[in-house]
Every structure is written in C-alpha cells, then in structure tokens.
C-alpha cells in the first residue's frame, strides 16, 4: 500500500495562490501516475490532474487549466500542485492518489489504488 500525505491546504481569498503538496512513500517511479482530485460537499470527487511519471505528461481539467499547474520533486517523491488565480468554487477537501498501473488517461477515482487523507482548501469570496 502507496502512503500518501497531502499539505498545504488552507484558507485565501478569491485571486490568491496555495501550493498543495503530495509526499509519497512510492520506492520505484516506473510506470505510475499521481492525481489530485477535489471534493465539495455534497458532490461526487471530481478529478483536477495527473502527471505521469514516466515521460512526466501532466492534464488538466477543464475548470482549472491555465490556473492550476501539477509538478514534482523527484528526489523528495513529492508531488505539487500548484493553484492560482482561485475561486470561491474551488473550495473543496483536495486529495492526491496514486495508480500503480496507468492507462492513456487518468481522470477516473476508480483507477487509483491508494489515496491520501485530503486537506481542505476554502477560497472566499
């Protein structure tokens, strides 16, 4: 099982930055994928991006691309995820999963093995 702790969630006002962080405990960087996916209350966990290790291809969703920017420290096994110009309708519990096996894209919960505990993010208007 992939341990996973994310950081840096908090509160900021509409325009203002976080950098959220994802410590891994993964020993081997081959062929997986890290995601952050986002969940408000009363809604379904809702995907924001990945990167994939190897070749380091990232995505995003449509609703934070050119705000948000997903990056890593390979010798920290750290992922980041960078969020700027935030909306009060980016206030959710963020987590960081890992999938151990990737496939072209990566924006399901379902194909993620392990998941971390979340940290909040409240954006106010």
């Known amino acids: 099982q992939v341990q996973l702790v994310e950081s840096g969630g908090g509160l900021v006002q509409a325009g203002g930055s976080l950098r959220l962080s994802c410590a891994t405990s993964l020993r081997t960087f081959s062929n997986y994928a890290i995601g952050w996916f986002r969940q408000a209350p009363g809604k379904e966990r809702e995907f924001v991006s990945y990167?994939?290790?190897?070749?380091?291809?990232?995505y995003y969703a449509d609703s934070v691309k050119g705000r948000f920017t997903i990056s890593r420290d390979s010798a920290k096994k750290t992922v980041y995820l960078q969020m700027n110009s935030l909306k009060p309708e980016d206030t959710a519990v963020y987590y960081c999963?890992?999938?151990?096996?990737?496939?072209?894209?990566?924006?399901?919960?379902?194909?993620?093995?392990?998941w971390g505990q979340g940290t909040q993010v409240t954006v106010s208007s």
């Open positions: 999963a890992a999938a151990i096996n990737t496939h072209e894209t990566m924006i399901l919960p379902s194909q993620y093995d392990s």
């Open positions: 990167m994939k290790w190897m070749g380091g291809s990232t």
